[in-house]
């Protein structure tokens, strides 16, 4: 049997100095997309309870989108720690046993409680939607009509009553699981910052503002993504309406969009100011102590990790987006570029917490630095590699296309048989 057979992280860990000889890049990059991916979700939920907690009426349409996408990342949200397992079978063992005397088993409840709420906030919203589909499929010929019919008979659960009072007690009951799942979504992903945070071994990781950094940057991740991906949509739909002759309303569209957009850039601006002022107080606050583990830190995030710490999450992913998103006379083409720069320095703010905690030794004499696997050669270079990635980047995509098939998440859907 060879050496990356037994040991996990031997083969994308490069040594330097004195290092222990057991000591490995254990946390690769599926432990990287897994408060990314959980964060995305928290974010998506805050930006939806923009609207039907704090009653932005104008965030309507990219709120409900939101709602809906958010619910299409949950899934994947625990798909980064399934591919890292080495025994992903034994992954049910938290959620049939939960306590809270684990974080990781603490996790399984959140998760499950924040999974509940998102899926009945969602059919309380779109229940008369589902009702009105069933009853405009009743007697449509066709086999993928008859699908749905069945679809919406299981989605309506036996609750048919669309008159307006009971349209106004969906209303109050999705409000109030709105408002409750905000402090729920941002405990499940608190709480990733918190086991990173909790960890004394680790010198990087050991403070106690881990969580709330944690949270801030998801609330932004989340936010820019959904923005990015409602762009993406409704550029998409007026583009076919151009390509149908429908020119007018596609510009009707695109100017609709722009207006949602405005509106919702001022709150991720608001979260990002947040965010960086939270991570630069963590970094001065390491400098002023100056701890017993603060020398060999500085080596790494102002030797080994600067171009990853300073330029690419701080200057290219945090000052240039927020230059961008505060000059005057701003695009929606500007727009996408400082909502892809957002995203990228919230992956790299996990890249140098996760990959960055481990880049030095525990002699304090020595650092690791991690190859990331490109081309696989084995199910374990696969997972913890580039295209293990980029699979749990695509999955939400694709269950968000599957979900929007039945549940509508924008409005120009609504009504369609």
């Not at 939960?98 to 959140?110: C, D, K, L, R, Y």
């Not at 779109?126 to 699908?147: D, I, K, M, S």
């Not at 309406?241 to 309303?249: E, I, S, V, W």
């Not at 696997?373 to 990635?389: C, D, N, Q, W």
Request: charged residues 15%.
């Amino acid at each position: 049997m060879s050496q990356d057979a037994i040991v996990h992280g031997v083969e994308w860990t490069v040594k330097e100095l004195f290092v222990y000889p057991n000591e490995f890049i254990y946390w690769s990059i599926q432990i990287v997309m897994y408060p990314y991916m959980t964060g995305l979700v928290a974010g998506a939920f805050v930006l939806s309870s923009l609207y039907h907690v704090f009653g932005q009426k104008d965030l309507k349409e990219i709120a409900q989108f939101s709602l809906v996408f958010s619910l299409a990342l949950l899934p994947v949200a625990a798909l980064p720690l399934l591919l890292h397992l080495q025994q992903p079978l034994r992954a049910m063992e938290p959620l049939l046993t939960p306590h809270f005397t684990s974080a990781i088993a603490a996790f399984g409840i959140v998760f499950t409680v924040y999974g509940l709420i998102v899926v009945s906030e969602i059919w309380f919203i779109y229940r008369e939607y589902f009702v009105h589909q069933l009853e405009a499929l009743r007697g449509v010929p066709g086999f993928w009509n008859a699908q749905r019919r069945i679809a919406y008979t299981v989605l309506t659960y036996g609750a048919r009553d669309v008159s307006e009072e009971a349209v106004i007690v969906d209303h109050k009951a999705a409000k109030i699981l709105a408002a409750i799942g905000i402090p729920v979504a941002c405990f499940l992903h608190g709480y990733a910052g918190f086991i990173f945070g909790s960890v004394k071994a680790n010198a990087l990781w050991m403070s106690p503002l881990m969580p709330v950094i944690f949270i801030m940057s998801a609330v932004v991740s989340g936010i820019a993504l959904c923005m990015l991906t409602y762009i993406v949509i409704m550029e998409w739909q007026a583009f076919r309406k151009r390509r149908q002759g429908g020119a007018q309303a596609a510009g009707d569209l695109k100017g609709a969009e722009k207006e949602i957009i405005s509106k919702a850039s001022r709150y991720l601006l608001g979260f990002l100011i947040a965010a960086i002022s939270l991570e630069l107080l963590d970094l001065i606050f390491r400098g002023y102590t100056a701890m017993k583990s603060w020398d060999i830190l500085r080596s790494v995030m102002y030797g080994k990790d600067f171009i990853n710490i300073f330029v690419l999450q701080y200057t290219l992913g945090n000052l240039v987006p927020f230059v961008l998103l505060i000059l005057p006379g701003r695009t929606i083409k500007r727009t996408v570029v400082a909502l892809l720069l957002v995203l990228f320095g919230v992956f790299m703010m996990r890249w140098n917490v996760v990959i960055g905690g481990q880049a030095f030794s525990l002699s304090f004499a020595g650092y690791m630095h991690y190859h990331i696997p490109v081309i696989p050669h084995s199910l374990e270079t696969f997972k913890e590699g580039v295209f293990g990635a980029l699979t749990v980047i695509a999955t939400p995509f694709v269950l968000f296309w599957l979900i929007n098939k039945f549940v509508p998440s924008l409005r120009r859907d609504i009504g369609e048989v």
